[in-house]
């Protein structure tokens, strides 16, 4: 039975070595697998290890060439549906190719999210996968670009997870989707069922990547058919169930009338349901609802939600497929998921005469 170390402390490589009678040095070098070793020598050394409940200080492995590979994901936040999704599919590849995952969270903080990209840097992560959109600031696409040429030189790899790239000859790898495709389809759905009156719920501050890309879909749709749109029909909200209620709650106070309602996010597509039910209007017979992501919990709304799919998990695994192989998919550096329009129960023409109904 090798001897537990006296002070109390957790085993350290002297002890190990102590216990299987060799030096510091064929510790470490038993553990890192770099150099030959006796088979004798290393069955003493691995014994010890397994008595003492050694721990290799994953640290200490890195320096000596052996280190933990790891894969970086960060995100807004860990409740989104979207951002679960993506951060599921990221795991499953990291996983599958032999890798440790590392989980951060920005809060919505652009700054924190660069700080927790250099902070990745500099524990060696082998990719460092950004998820979700993005603030186009002027200051905050040259920093980024500036990490990207430094996880470059340093042998990692930015990963843009759902939005677009940064810029020319930024060494990144970019997989994204159709996000104003998949805006632009269900917009001209909503039209070809007649609706000429459509409130778009998601417009924000100008340079967001994923806002900036819905909407312009939702405009692009009314500039191919042909139709006005006016600014009143965009409302600034945040992505959760309680910016669309207020939101919705806010057209219908108003003195203008709609037939269907275009929420940027299913979440935000739940609030909008739950103002229309509470102002005693059906949907999809008075005011049609449509969303976009395709969650589950599209399928569990009442009624079921027309919205726009999106393979989120598809979208985290492409991620690190291809940035941690990138000499296999050298040409796939840049590659743009496809979205479709998935039709449930939500919308349908819109009524003869509409009207509108105050909140009481």
């Known amino acids: 039975m090798a001897r537990q170390p006296t002070s109390g402390d957790r085993p350290t490589v002297k002890d190990v070595a102590a216990a299987s009678g060799v030096s510091a040095t064929t510790v470490s070098r038993v553990l890192a697998g770099n150099y030959p070793v006796s088979a004798a020598t290393r069955a003493r050394v691995l014994k010890a290890v397994r008595e003492l409940d050694y721990v290799i200080n994953a640290q200490a492995r890195a320096l000596v060439g052996g280190g933990t590979k790891t894969v970086a994901f960060i995100v807004h936040d860990l409740v989104g549906p979207s951002f679960a999704y993506v951060g599921q599919g990221v795991e499953q590849q990291a996983t599958a190719e032999g890798r440790l995952c590392l989980v951060c969270a920005t809060h919505g903080d652009p700054e924190r999210e660069l700080e927790l990209v250099e902070l990745m840097r500099e524990q060696q992560a082998e990719a460092v ?17 500036q990490i990207a040429h430094a996880l470059d030189k340093s042998g990692s790899r930015l990963v843009l997870c759902g939005s677009p790239p940064l810029g020319p000859d930024v060494p990144a790898t970019v997989v994204e989707y159709d996000n104003e495709g998949g805006a632009y389809a269900v917009t001209s759905y909503l039209i070809s069922l007649g609706h000429r009156d459509i409130a778009f719920l998601g417009a924000g ?156």
Not at 268 to 286: N, Q
Not at 306 to 313: A, C, L, P, Q, R
């Open 205 to 360: 501050e100008p340079g967001h990547t994923t806002i900036d890309g819905r909407l312009r879909g939702f405009e692009r749709a009314h500039e191919a058919h042909q139709l006005p749109m006016t600014p009143h029909r965009t409302r600034a909200i945040t992505f959760d169930r309680e910016s669309g209620y207020q939101a919705t709650r806010d057209l219908l106070s108003g003195d203008r009338t709609f037939t269907a309602i275009f929420a940027a996010t299913d979440v935000v597509a739940s609030g909008v349901l739950v103002a229309l039910r509470e102002a005693g209007l059906r949907v999809p017979e008075d005011v049609s609802v449509v969303g976009y992501d395709d969650i589950p919990l599209a399928r569990d709304l009442t009624p079921e939600l027309t919205t726009v799919h999106v393979d989120y998990e598809e979208l985290g695994r492409t991620a690190v497929r291809y940035a941690l192989n990138r000499d296999r998919h050298a040409m796939s550096q840049h590659t743009v998921i496809g979205t479709h329009v998935i039709i449930r129960d939500s919308a349908g023409p819109p009524p003869r005469r509409s009207g509108r109904a105050d909140l009481r």
């Open 129 to 145: 996968v950004l998820v979700g959109g993005r603030v186009n600031s002027r200051s905050y696409v040259e920093r980024a670009m």
